[in-house]
């Protein structure tokens, strides 16, 4: 081989020299920087989520809540039959208001000259705070000064799938991770034998259906799971009878964990390790869950508080009871979704019957909570997608009348993980159309979420796609009116 034969080839080797040496410096650089930012506290999620995903995190600063628990009302429950009594409404009940007044309203099926339909509840003020609740929900009036009371919620969407996906999730699109994938992404879990997001549902589920606790583009073991009150927890959580024994499923599963932490060296996949990370959490549910489930260790009053194995509040009960249950062993975020609360018709009968099925649970839960000095760190809310409109609509064939979407103004509230009780923030005129104080759009609220577990929202992100994610997407603000002092 000549000289200028072999020239190509030692250039190609001192080229690989370099890239090597270059590599490793850069690696070394990268090390000592990944360690430099861990002793300050300031490691990325993404980067500890990589090795393990549901290892515990430390948040940005020290935030109030440790845990949140989501009660989504899937439907739109209607304010003004609920939290938000507006007398106003009879002077004008039965009449169309002036189209001023609505021309600007988003509305799904009645029109802006339909009649204004005033409410049939009757509301008291409740503690020492005063708030009002409407006679349908006695139970959680009697926890008014625990609780936050929001006059002031707006959204974007008013349909149904969006409203939800733009509560859940920050956007309207498909695609997005839901607030309790963002959660655990930047709290990790704190529980070794159950999944760090758990979903828990009764009645009609979410029109958005498992969007609404998908991980989206963040790694998978992020995902809510969906459990069940009764029977197995999981569906196909445990073996079949009979075929494998638990030392023999440990030492497979230990040859699985061999050979895909292997080939995560080599790819640096994301996936491989929630895979590990799945596999091995399965392994400790199957003994985890039905523990979980059995009640028999609770006290008799506390079943009766809740109101479990009585009707129609079982289903809902048990899944508040779990959701406390949950929130003991370290779940991080748990979502109890309850449907269906949009009354288009049969406003009175279908609001009351959604009540009597939820309100002495919820009130259950917080007492329980507080009780067990639980509340102080974890932050409960109540939210649906949107509210419900001033005026009526009329389903024809019945005659029974209900109330449209209402995106611009409705309530919700909150309850611990720093939140102030015993406050309502916000505002809406005297018939419950437009707010009028302390606006607070669906990204403030997930940026005041993410404020009390301790996040800065604005820096909770993912790369995905060319550009950083978050769940505020672009917009949001922590609403400081809602935090304990």
């Known amino acids: 081989m000549t000289f200028l034969e072999a020239q190509p080839d030692q250039a190609a080797q001192d080229h690989g020299r370099r890239q090597f040496l270059g590599r490793a410096t850069w690696g070394l650089g990268a090390a000592a920087l990944g360690h430099l930012l861990r002793s300050e506290g300031r490691t990325a999620p993404e980067e500890l989520a990589r090795a393990d995903p549901l290892a515990p995190r430390p948040p940005h600063f020290p935030g109030s809540a440790t845990n949140v628990i989501f009660l989504l009302m899937s439907g739109g429950p209607s304010q003004l039959d609920l939290f938000s009594p507006k007398p106003e409404l009879q002077k004008w009940d039965g009449s169309a208001l002036p189209l001023s007044r609505t021309r600007n309203l988003k509305l799904a099926f009645v029109k802006p000259t339909s009649a204004v339909m005033a409410s049939p509840r009757t509301f008291r003020p409740y503690g020492e705070s005063g708030i009002q609740f409407s006679d349908f929900l006695p139970h959680i009036a009697s926890c008014a000064d625990d609780i936050c009371m929001v006059h002031s919620m707006h959204t974007d969407a008013f349909n149904h799938d969006p409203g939800e996906l733009l509560l859940m999730t920050g956007a309207t699109l498909l695609g997005r991770p839901s607030m309790g994938s963002w959660v655990v992404y930047g709290l990790g879990s704190e529980s070794q034998n159950l999944p760090g997001f758990i979903v828990l549902g009764s009645g009609k589920g979410p029109s958005s259906g498992s969007n609404a606790w998908s991980s989206g583009f963040l790694p998978s073991s992020l995902q809510g799971t969906r459990f069940r009150g009764s029977g197995e927890p999981v569906l196909y959580l445990s073996p079949p009878e009979g075929t494998m024994n638990r030392e023999l499923q440990r030492s497979r599963l230990d040859a699985i964990r061999w050979i895909n932490q292997k080939r995560h060296r080599v790819t640096g996949d994301d996936e491989i390790a929630s895979r590990i990370a799945s596999y091995e959490l399965a392994f400790h549910l199957q003994s985890a869950a039905p523990d979980l489930l059995d009640f028999s260790g609770e006290p008799k009053h506390i079943l009766e508080a809740y109101g479990v194995n009585q009707e129609p509040t079982h ?38 019957e959604n009540c009597r099925i939820t309100d002495q649970p919820v009130a259950a839960l917080i007492k329980d909570l507080k009780q067990r000095g639980l509340l102080d760190t974890t932050l409960v809310v109540w939210a649906g997608e949107f509210g419900r409109t001033p005026m009526g609509q009329i389903n024809r064939l019945d005659e029974a009348a209900g109330r449209d979407h209402h995106p611009n103004a409705f309530s919700i509230w909150l309850a611990g993980g720093g939140i102030q009780g015993g406050q309502i923030v916000g505002e809406t005129d005297e018939l419950g159309l437009e707010i009028v104080k302390d606006s607070i759009h669906v990204n403030d609220l997930q940026a005041t979420i993410l404020h009390c577990l301790g996040f800065d929202h604005e820096r909770l992100t993912y790369d995905h796609a060319g550009r950083n994610f978050r769940l505020t997407d672009v917009e949001g603000r922590v609403v400081r009116k809602l935090l304990r002092a």
């Open 315 to 352: 289903p809902y009960a048990v899944n508040c009871l779990l959701a406390r249950k949950m929130v003991e062993r370290g779940v991080r975020f748990v979502m109890l979704t309850h449907g269906d609360w949009d009354d288009h018709v049969k406003l009175d009968k279908q609001l009351a």
